[in-house]
Structure formats: structure tokens, C-alpha cells
């Protein structure tokens, strides 16, 4: 173990924060959307800089994820699905080690985090009002349509709001900026357009305005949006029999018919059957490891059977949690348990921001993003580096 200059920990630790929020850039290609950048650094960040101790909080994830793979992995076949789906779990644990070894020595400044999300602004601004393929050189599986939203840095339009919203995060806990809460909004809203990632920001914000609220208006908060969507219900036909307006009768539809929006958005369609069929599938084998290989076969069966699923990729499980219990079972579970454990200890420091992470990223990782996302090691690094007073 190297003991170094606090700069030298910076240097370490900005380039780590770079590769993991920038993780579609390709310098050598890589037959995956997210580039392995972020993954090879940490181990680099753990060779030089760690005792090999495992962070506290992971004896859980390492015993029934990382040292059962191999055994789920021979039994399913040691093939290159194999490969990539372990290097997705390993991925996650040194991001999340190396995070943690960095952030207890310095932090990233607010300077460096902004320049970050001005970044992916500026891109995302050239190529809804400029040039549509601005960038597209450098970003590893870039595709969209002239119909979506643009994409920046990212390889479609859902990836790029993924992105926001974990930035979002980060200034939730971190940095509290309002310039990068309103970058952000816009990136979503106006430049990505992704239904799925909207809908989250929605949960976003109303989930840390829970949060923020005493216990009282917490319940009356929660309450809300069935109230909500009652009256809504009652009021909108009546509305919409009156009136021409196109945004009202699409209103009107998605309040009706709040599911048939996922069956009309092919992303929305996509993401959605990830985290039906992976929990169907993790079920109907009694919880027992479904392995690696069989996800491509199972859902495109079950797609193919369905009258609502009709548009799915049959690549990695698009769902932290999801993936985790289909291929490894109830064995799983441990990946839930460790990421909220680790937010459980560390509630003396997080204050209301626990109740926020609890809401708000269970939800996320349930549906959006896979588990070899770096900024998810890069936030569960951070958390594990905050005092438990």
C-alpha cells in the first residue's frame, strides 16, 4: 500500500469521477455500451493505494455474489456472457472499493462536478438545435431517431437521462447546486425526452420532497398522488368531452390508461419487460440461479407470447436488481441488502437524505440502469467513506 500526497489522491480521484460520469466514451473500442474504463482504473486505485481489505458492509455481496459466480457460471457455461455479466458484478464492488479509498482522503470540488454537467449540456444543446451526430465519433453504440430526443455523450436518449439523474443524486447529497439542478431538468426534459427517465424525475422530486417534509406532511405527501390520480380520473373525461385540446386528450389517455403509455413507448416497452420477465423468470425457478446464459432465450420466448411486451433487447438485464435475481436466485437478495445496509449506517450522517436514498434509488436501480453503471460504485464509494456519527 502506497501512502501519498493528498494532490496525488485528487489526481486519482478526478479521473475516476471523469471515467465513471463519461462511461460511453470509447478510446478502444469495446463491443459494450458502457466502456470498462472506470473498472480497470479501480483496480489500479486498489493495487496502489489499499491493504486488500474489503470495505466494510460487503462480506454479503462478496460470499453469495462474487464467489458463487464462478459456480453459476460453470454451470451455465464459462463463455463470454459469462465474462461480461462477472466483470458487470466485479465491477461494482472495486468502483465502489476504490470510491471509498479516495473519498476518505479528499472529495471532489464543485468547479470540477459542474464542468461535468456542462459537458454533457453543451453537447446535448449542439445537437437538438445544431448538428444531430455532433459527438457521435467518440460515443460507443451511439443510435437514435429524428422522432427521440438527442442523446450528448450517451449511446440513446434513455442513457443520457440516466446520466442526469445520477448528477441529480450527487448534488442532492454533495453539492446542492442550483445551476446543476436546473441543467439537469432541461437536459431531461427538454433535450433527452426519454418518457422513462421523466417519469423518474418526477419520482425524483417528489420523493425528496418527502424527505425534506416533517412527519406530518411525509403521510400527507404520500397520500397525495392516489388523491391525485382519483380526482384526475373522475375529472378528466368530463374535461376532455368538452374540449379540442391535443395535450389534454393525451392527458386524459395516460390517466385512463396509465399502462398503455409503456406499450406505446418502444424504450419505455423495453425497460419495463427487463424488470417484469427478470422477476417473472427468478420466480417461476423458485428463486433458484437462473446463470448467465439463458436471459436471451427466456425473454425473447416470453415477448414473443405476450400481447402488451413487443419491443425488447436481449443484451444485459436492464435492471440492477432484476438482474441479480434472475441469474444468481435468492442468493440476489444480497445486493439489495448491501446497498441499503450501507445507507442504513450511514442515516446519523445522510440525515433526510436517507429517506431520499431509501425512495428514490431502490426504485432506480429496480428499473433503469445495469449493474456495471459506474456512477453507481463511484455514490456507494461516497457513502461508505462518510462517518457513522
Known amino acids: 500500500m502506497i501512502v501519498a500526497d493528498k494532490k496525488i489522491y485528487l489526481i486519482f480521484l478526478k479521473v475516476l469521477f471523469i471515467t465513471a460520469f463519461f462511461p460511453y466514451i470509447r478510446i478502444i473500442e469495446f463491443p459494450t ?60 464492488f472495486t468502483i465502489s472499493w476504490a470510491a471509498f479509498i479516495l473519498f476518505k482522503k479528499v472529495e471532489i470540488s464543485k468547479n470540477l462536478f459542474t ?20 459527438g457521435s465519433a467518440l460515443v460507443s453504440g451511439f443510435r437514435t431517431t429524428e422522432e427521440r430526443g438527442v442523446v450528448s455523450l450517451a449511446p440513446e436518449p434513455s442513457y443520457y437521462g440516466i446520466v442526469c439523474l445520477s448528477l441529480l443524486i450527487f448534488n442532492v447529497l454533495i453539492y446542492r447546486s442550483n445551476l446543476v439542478y436546473l441543467l439537469c431538468f432541461v ?27 416533517s412527519v406530518t406532511k411525509r403521510l400527507l405527501l404520500l397520500t397525495l398522488p392516489f388523491v391525485a390520480f382519483y380526482l384526475l380520473s373522475v375529472l378528466f373525461p368530463v374535461i376532455e368531452s368538452e374540449s379540442e385540446s391535443r395535450a389534454l386528450k393525451l392527458l386524459s389517455f395516460v390517466v385512463e390508461s396509465p399502462f398503455q403509455v409503456f406499450k406505446l413507448d418502444a424504450s419505455a416497452n423495453d425497460r419495463l419487460s427487463h424488470i417484469y420477465f427478470s422477476f417473472k423468470g427468478a420466480f417461476e425457478n423458485f428463486l433458484l440461479p437462473n446463470g448467465f446464459a439463458k436471459w436471451s432465450q427466456y425473454i425473447t420466448q416470453q415477448v414473443q407470447a405476450s400481447d402488451f411486451f413487443w419491443w425488447f433487447s436481449s ?38 437524505n436517507t429517506i431520499f436514498l431509501f425512495l428514490f434509488l431502490n426504485l ?26
Open 364 to 389: 432506480f436501480l429496480l428499473g433503469a440502469i445495469p449493474l456495471a453503471y459506474p456512477p453507481l460504485g463511484v455514490l456507494i464509494g461516497y457513502l461508505l467513506s462518510l462517518s457513522e456519527n
Open 33 to 92: 455500451d458502457t466502456q470498462p474504463y472506470a473498472f480497470v482504473f479501480s483496480l489500479l486505485v486498489i493495487a496502489l493505494f489499499s491493504d486488500f481489505k474489503a470495505p466494510k458492509y460487503f462480506q454479503l455481496y462478496i460470499y453469495f455474489i462474487l464467489l458463487f459466480a464462478p459456480i453459476v457460471g460453470i454451470h451455465s457455461g464459462l463463455d463470454l456472457i459469462f465474462i461480461r455479466s462477472f466483470v458487470g458484478y466485479l465491477s461494482f
Open 315 to 352: 443484451g444485459r438485464i436492464m435492471s440492477t436488481y432484476g438482474s441479480a435475481l434472475f441469474e444468481f436466485g435468492i442468493l440476489g437478495l444480497s445486493l439489495p441488502m448491501t446497498i441499503n445496509y450501507v445507507i442504513y449506517k450511514k442515516r446519523k450522517n445522510l440525515k433526510s
Open 187 to 213: 437536459q431531461i426534459v427538454i433535450f433527452a425526452q426519454s418518457f422513462m427517465i421523466m417519469a423518474y424525475l418526477v419520482l425524483f422530486i417528489y420523493f425528496l420532497v418527502v424527505a425534506k417534509s
Open 115 to 134: 464542468i461535468i454537467v456542462l459537458i454533457w449540456f453543451f453537447v446535448g444543446f449542439i445537437q437538438l438545435f445544431l448538428w444531430p451526430q455532433f
